[in-house]
């Protein structure tokens, strides 16, 4: 396994028994054991809440009682003054969330109970839904503070050759050095070396999930030091090895999970295109044991991946039996949820989703969508070819092609304000007789979420350029972006191939396109 980490190229053959490894992973489908049973009736969902600094409210447990299942990323973390009194960990008013001596970061005083604290949420949470799953939050290359055996490293010098020191950085300082989101993190594992991977999965790991009330494990960024080796500059051997040893450390894991009848969601910003031979490598450490979900951070697009590059890398895990959570941050209307369609397309037995715009307690509304019946998919997804041409000034829905560089009602050098109009015609009526040589409008509905631009109409005198409509993804000087009510149009004519994706379900059929962006969902009634 080599990769020049320096100029982003990964370069092939792979070592023997990765190969092999890698085939088996493409030769066969997925045994997933996963302990319980997945239904179509609804989409099955999740929530991801936390909240440092107390437990659950009432309200709160009710709240997340309806998803599908739940991860909990942290609870009541509890600092220790100096005088001997506690208090919560509120990360509103504190610079590292609980710095109880901010002098002397690494020996910062918890109340190292978080184990508990997440089994004590999760026997609320299952209480109150019925017993339905629950996974509690570990870091799997940073040192959390506010865990008891994971502290042992950060703070008991028995354990100091077992914090990660490189070369260019020595011992690393995650305040300094710019970790993984660090929470209560101040140094970071040594998966290079066996005795540190075994301490993580047999005593850490254990600690959290050898409980009734959780159900296992999300193991946070596995991947991290693909991109942090990068910033802190390390040697290509310190690179190889540290990428090698946090697989090595999810294999482990794994199996002790597996031995405690427990799952794991395991997260990494990889795809066949970002990150090959890191990805190929997790993908068949989940295919060998079973008891694992692939986990998406912003599915639709994010952390260096497009969104048809997530929807083909779900939708050939799927087909190979893979369990996924996807994440999405966004809802775009095209006319209908785009994101939410991409994962419908995709997905297969053990797909859960989740939307929310952080990872608080009041982050994860209960969409309409999740209480219409679903049913089981009438058939695998479709995909065929459809052409559009489009005539110059032809409207396209839920484009900008100013893209926010206006103030509203304002002027800059290239676009003009040509005050309010009820429809997007008459915005193009107004353009067209300006006797103004603009190359495209812009046009903000009434209803549009930007109130402050709600029926104004804009022309533009540069650009956009053709391709933007046809990959709306595209870098500037597009000047184009995809935004809900908003309508957009261009004096050059455009054509356009849209593969266009449909799915058949009991009681929804979906259509789904990526350019340009479309999402139809026709609920059953």
Known sequence: YNRDYQNGQTSLPLANRALLLLLWCFAITCDANIPWKFSWDTLSTFGFPGAIDRFMTEQEIAHFSKFTFNLIWGI???????????????CTSRASFCECQKSNQEHQRFLTTQDQAEQMQGKSLKSASGNKPVLGYLESTNVQQYFYWENQINTNESYADWRLSIKSKGLINCFRDGCNWQGMAFRQYDHRQLKVRKFFADTIVKALTDSPHLDGTFLDSIGAWMDQCHEWGCTQQEYNDLVSGSLEMVDMTLSTLSSLGKVASVSSHTSPHHYPSYYYKQLALIKKHGNAFRFYEGFGGG???SAEDEFNTMLNETKQGIPIHAHVAR????PDWWELAQFLVA??????????????????PWEEEYDKPLGKPKGEPKKKTVTHNLAPWALQHNFNCIDSEVAPARNTSTVKYLGKTQTAVECKQRIQQSGIAFSSLTWVSGSSTSKEYRNMCYGRTNGPAVHCFTNPDSKSPCHTVRQNGVTCATKFAIHQVENLWTR??????????????KAVLKWQK
């Open 347 to 364: 997905m297969g037995e053990h797909s859960y989703f989740s939307y929310s715009h952080a990872w608080n307690m009041d982050s994860f």
């Open 504 to 517: 058949q379900f009991e009681h929804l059929d979906v259509e789904l396109s990526f350019s340009p962006a």
């Open 331 to 334: 809802k775009t209307l095209v």
């Open 76 to 90: 009541n973390a509890t600092c220790l003054h100096p005088n001997g009194t506690t208090y919560g960990a509120d």
């Open 303 to 305: 952390f260096g991946m």
